[in-house]
């Protein structure tokens, strides 16, 4: 489910309770209307997974992962609106 590749204009957001830039991409989002879903790390073992796999083995967050597929460590909010008009 956690690893499960968002619908079309929305991203899934793989975070942590703790994590200021979580927090601050979470307030951009929801700033311009991008949906997105969050998945905390700390309690889903297999998206932590997920996130160690795109990040060369670390749990960095936030960890982006839009509807083509890929992913982003720490995106601005300029990268997720582009990555989600192509």
Known sequence: MSTQTPDAG????????WCGYCRRLKSQLDSVG???????IEEHPDAAAFVEQANGGNQTVPTVLFPDGTSATNPSLAEVQARLSN
């Open 10 to 17: 929305t991203i899934t957001m793989y975070s942590t309770t």
């Open 34 to 40: 991008i949906g997105y879903t969050e998945v905390n």
